[in-house]
């Protein structure tokens, strides 16, 4: 029993001290942001040493799972707001959330030459579908409607909507063709800042509200020094080169701490 | 309570679940009729179609569906051809695609009840002069009556129970092919918790009340044969 307990104690004391020297850091990342944060990620290991392990899902989503003791130390979200009710549920680290990023929101098609550089295939009408992830749920989904609220569309194009549960669902239902277009996230149809296929309108920013993208600690990582540096990397210039190649509009450099 | 867009949901529902156990019966019959008396060599790789939608996920189902329904896909083309549109975003769509995914629910107890026909009887009809198809009609599928419960109860109740197709396929539009289970999962995504439960909970109680009397009558079928 004694040899039992030593042997417990002994495991206990090497347990704890190879979470104290970590170089593992669990993250929680939108879906939106997953093609980033990998690049990001193996940079991030060159650099530092530090691994990322990258669990990818809808801000909706995640929040629920870290609300129910998921493991994740990092969180980077495709929104302001999830991470904030995280602070205030005491699951983040109050003064770690900064913004990363903001979205870009697109009109795109898969056809070529099918979407103008100004929307007024919009104002056209001659589509059957129109893809757009829930405004419910979905802040790019929201940002849509906001646009067409502002055309004066949202009367004549209601009845063509197609809803995705998120924009990855929206980008699906343009890619495949089965919606002639959609609103979605200029990093899902670009990269190394050129439009990888079809044809888009980028949105103007003062049409719709910024999409602030957040990072925040969570708490379960509040004593993982790779979970920190994580979140500083994400500020640093590197990362965010990447993040401006997948189409990402950055941060003011006074907003980032 | 439940508002108007939660009620459209369920009629929504009820009538897609009706028409695909409808469409399935008359698909499923010959179907399954030929599976329990074939002995060539395509029963094997033809029940394994059959049962396929029971192991794959709905995302492989919808994802497929989604690309072979659409502009490019076969299906799509065949369909625009036709002047029909394309399938995905319509209540058409979610049709075809909930025939696929109840199969085997409406297959595979038909057959069974099929497979487990004394064909004796058979037999004794057509020597009493019944044409193949008479006796089919007025001894085979009396005699399955079990197993046409069973099939109409669970391919009835698969469709209401469907999600992850609809989802991929549907598009969410209301009144066209928002259903409940979608219409549950937009209301928890959106936190509206309580209205959630209001449909949730109900889906719960019709299952059960669904499954008890299938197996209710079942046995009561059972039973009254011997």
Same mark, same amino acid.
């Given at each position: 029993m004694k040899l039992f307990k030593q042997t417990l104690l002994a495991a206990a004391i090497a347990f704890s001290t190879a979470s104290a020297w970590a170089d593992e850091v669990q993250v929680a990342v939108a879906s939106n942001f997953t093609k980033p944060l990998e690049e990001i990620g193996s940079k991030f290991k060159a650099a530092t040493g530090h691994d990322i392990k990258v669990s990818a899902g809808a801000t909706g989503k995640l929040y629920a799972?870290?609300?129910?003791? &998921?493991?994740?130390?990092?969180?980077?979200? &495709?929104?302001?707001?999830?991470?904030?009710? $995280?602070? /205030?549920?005491?699951?983040?680290e109050a003064d770690s959330q900064f913004t990363y990023a903001f979205g870009t929101l697109v009109v795109w098609s898969s056809k070529e030459g099918y979407v103008d550089d100004k929307g007024d295939v919009l104002k056209k009408g001659e589509f059957q579908? $129109?893809? =757009?992830?829930?405004?419910?749920?979905?802040?790019?989904? /929201? &940002?849509?409607?906001?646009?067409?609220?502002?055309?004066?569309?949202?009367?004549? =194009?209601?009845?063509?909507?197609?809803?995705?549960?998120? =924009?990855?669902?929206?980008?699906?239902?343009?890619?495949?063709?089965n919606a002639e277009l959609g609103f979605v996230a200029l990093s899902?149809?670009?990269? &190394?800042?050129?439009?990888k296929s079809g044809s888009v309108w980028v949105v103007p920013q003062e049409m719709y509200k910024p999409l602030a993208q957040d990072a925040v600690l969570l708490t379960k990582g509040k004593d993982n020094a790779a979970a920190k540096a994580l979140l500083d990397y994400l500020k640093g210039e590197?990362?965010?080169? =990447?993040?401006?190649?997948?189409?990402?509009? $950055?941060?003011?450099?006074a907003e980032v701490k | 309570m439940l508002s108007p867009s939660d009620w459209s949901a369920v009629w929504l529902t009820f009538k897609l679940a009706s028409l695909t156990t409808l469409i399935l019966l008359l698909i499923g019959t010959p179907l399954a009729w030929h599976l329990a008396r074939t002995r060539r060599w395509?029963? @094997?790789?033809? #029940?394994?179609?059959?049962? %396929?939608?029971?192991? +794959?996920?709905?995302?492989?189902?919808?994802?497929?569906?989604?690309?072979?329904?659409?502009?490019?896909?076969?299906?799509? *083309? +065949?369909? #625009?051809?036709?002047?029909?549109?394309? %399938?995905? !975003?319509? !209540?058409?769509?979610? %049709?075809?695609?909930?025939?696929?995914? #109840?199969?085997?629910?409406?297959? *595979?107890?038909? *057959?069974? @009840?099929?497979?487990? +026909?004394?064909?004796r009887l058979m037999e004794a009809a057509s020597t009493l002069r019944a044409k193949p198809l008479d006796a089919f009609f007025s001894v085979a599928l009396?005699?399955?009556?079990?197993?046409?419960?069973? @099939?109409?109860? %669970?391919?009835? @109740?698969?469709?209401?129970?469907?999600?992850?197709?609809?989802?991929?396929?549907?598009?969410n539009i209301p009144d066209k092919t928002r259903v409940v289970s979608v219409q549950i999962y937009d209301h928890v995504e959106s936190m509206e918790y309580a209205q959630a439960h209001w449909l949730a909970g109900g889906m719960v109680v019709f299952s059960f009340i669904v499954l008890l009397l299938m197996y209710t009558l079942n046995r009561g079928i059972r039973m009254s044969k011997i």
């Open positions: 799972q870290i609300e129910n003791g &998921a493991p994740f130390e990092v969180f980077i979200s &495709a929104d302001s707001k999830t991470p904030k009710k $995280l602070v /205030e549920a005491k699951q983040a579908h $129109l893809a =757009i992830a829930n405004p419910k749920t979905a802040p790019y989904g /929201e &940002a849509g409607m906001a646009v067409m609220e502002k055309l004066g569309l949202t009367a004549a =194009i209601t009845p063509k909507l197609v809803t995705g549960e998120n =924009i990855t669902q929206t980008y699906d239902f343009v890619s495949t063709g899902q149809v670009s990269k &190394a800042n050129k439009l590197d990362a965010q080169a =990447i993040m401006t190649s997948y189409g990402y509009a $950055l941060p003011k450099k | 395509w029963k @094997a790789p033809l #029940s394994a179609v059959v049962a %396929l939608p029971i192991v +794959l996920p709905p995302t492989v189902l919808g994802f497929y569906l989604l690309i072979t329904m659409g502009p490019k896909g076969p299906i799509g *083309q +065949l369909t #625009s051809a036709l002047g029909w549109g394309t %399938l995905p !975003f319509t !209540f058409t769509g979610l %049709l075809v695609a909930s025939v696929f995914y #109840s199969l085997p629910f409406v297959v *595979q107890p038909i *057959q069974n @009840a099929f497979e487990t +026909l004394d064909m009396p005699m399955a009556r079990p197993g046409f419960l069973t @099939a109409c109860i %669970l391919g009835f @109740a698969h469709t209401v129970g469907e999600f992850g197709v609809v989802l991929m396929i549907g598009g």
